[in-house]
């Protein structure tokens, strides 16, 4: 963690965890292709929601671990799971986000291809 993630109670403020969850979340995309296809074809995702239950406070100095996998495919939407834990191995947040496949060109979802489904599956682990 960063120093200036601290809030005024001396703490990593909520709004930190969301952007550690973006950022392995954007590396999971970048695994399974859909970066690349966005690029390329305007085939991405759209983030449809995002929690996450806060379980110990963080204060700097801090080296955090965070993990991610898929918990559910479905036919046009994916859930990933989150796992943030301290130095100890302690649980400090777990989350969830839903993205769906959407097409940026025709403004609509559209089922989840068979290359990322067979790329999640060859990546794939699940927080534990």
Known sequence: MAWGEQDLFGHVNNIVYFRYFESVRMHYLERIGV??????????????????????????PQRLTIRTGMSRIGNTSFTMDYLITDEEGATVAIGTS?????????????????????AIARIQTVPT
């Open 35 to 60: 970066l690349r296809t966005h690029a390329e074809s305007g085939l991405g995702v759209i983030l449809a929601s995002t929690t996450c239950d806060f379980k110990k406070p963080v204060t700097w």
């Open 98 to 118: 839903v993205q769906v496949m959407y097409d940026y060109r025709a403004s609509s979802k559209i089922p989840i291809t068979e290359e990322v489904r067979a």
